[in-house]
């Protein structure tokens, strides 16, 4: 059974910055992609970032501020807009993709 579990997440003010990491197990697949996405409440899910090919894409709001580093999310200059519950999501070399259950991050102004 594959799991997928992000941690980092937390209470920080504005101007502040966190580290999410996302680890996989249970697969002898190789991952082949890898991006966060968020969802603001009462809002859709929305991608922020994403990786495949070798190339790395970032959504116009983090764009600068966030940057992904293998399957973490380093996240600087955080604003109160940022807060969200976010999500790590893989897909493997068969074409699943997988799902964390999140971690909730809050900015504070």
């Known amino acids: 059974q594959v799991q997928v579990v992000e941690s980092g997440g937390g209470l920080v003010q504005a101007g502040g910055s966190l580290r999410l990491s996302c680890a996989a197990s249970?697969?002898?697949?190789?991952?082949?992609?890898n991006g966060w996405y968020r969802q603001i409440a009462n809002k859709s899910r929305e991608r922020i970032a994403s990786?495949?090919?070798?190339?790395t894409n970032y959504a116009d709001a983090v764009k600068g501020r966030f940057t992904m580093d293998g399957m973490s999310l380093q996240m600087n200059n955080l604003r109160p807009e940022d807060t969200a519950v976010y999500y790590c999501?893989?897909?493997?070399?068969?074409?699943?993709?997988?799902w964390g259950q999140g971690t909730q991050v809050i900015v504070s102004s």
């Open positions: 249970g697969t002898t697949r190789r991952i082949v992609a």
């Open positions: 999501n893989i897909r493997t070399s068969d074409w699943d993709n997988y």
């Open positions: 990786r495949s090919g070798g190339s």
